[in-house]
Structure formats: structure tokens, C-alpha cells
């Protein structure tokens, strides 16, 4: 079982920054892909970014130059740097970990972002 718990949400007007943070406990940390996905209300819940075991990344074409995906396997960390912040990024976002950002697992509880115009 794995839990993972997000923090460092919050309100900025465009063009600002905010890093969010997931905590995970799990001895097996390092074996998974971990993801950040986002909801907006009223939309589907879609993938921003992803970081697999290899450090590979993957992001969405809306955030790609804008948001950074990394993740800290000492300390079970998972990390979005996300940068030149718009509207439309207003949205819950959730840490999660499976096998691939397509065989998602486990899952956290949301932290929101607000970005006001």
C-alpha cells in the first residue's frame, strides 16, 4: 500500500510560480512511475507530467517549458515546479504512482492551484 499526500497548493496571479510536493511511504518508492495529473471543474482528470523509474519525463503540450516534473527517490519525493502560471492551470492536482501514467495505482488527495488573471 501506498500513500501519497500533497502539499504547496495555493493562489498566484499569472505569471507566477508555485512548486508542489508529494510525500510518499513506500519502501518500493523508486520501482514506480509517479504522475501529476490535474482537475478542472466540470473537465476530465488528464496528466501533466509523469517521471518513470528511469527518470524519464513526459509532459502535456499545454505545460511543456513551463512546468518540471522531478522526483527525490532518498526521500520518497515527487516534485512540479510549475513556472510562467496561467488561468487555465487552475485546477485540484494529485500525485500518483502505478506502474505507468496509464496504470495508475494509488493516489493522493489534491492539492488546488489558483491562478487569477
Known amino acids: 500500500q501506498v500513500q501519497l499526500a500533497e502539499s504547496g497548493g495555493g493562489s498566484v496571479q499569472a505569471g507566477g510560480s508555485l512548486r508542489l510536493s508529494c510525500a510518499a511511504t513506500t519502501a518500493a518508492y523508486s520501482d514506480y512511475c509517479l504522475a501529476w495529473f490535474r482537475q478542472a471543474p466540470g473537465s476530465e482528470r488528464e496528466v501533466v507530467a509523469s517521471?518513470?523509474?528511469?527518470?524519464?519525463?513526459t509532459y502535456t503540450d499545454s505545460v511543456k517549458g513551463r512546468f518540471t516534473i522531478s522526483r527525490d527517490n532518498a526521500r520518497n519525493k515527487l516534485y512540479l515546479q510549475m513556472n510562467s502560471l496561467k488561468p487555465e492551470d487552475t485546477a485540484m492536482y494529485y500525485c500518483?504512482?502505478?506502474?505507468?501514467?496509464?496504470?495508475?495505482?494509488?493516489w493522493g488527495q489534491g492539492t488546488q492551484v489558483t491562478v487569477s488573471s
Open positions: 517521471i518513470d523509474s528511469d527518470h524519464r519525463t
Open positions: 500518483a504512482a502505478g506502474l505507468s501514467s496509464a496504470e495508475i495505482d494509488y
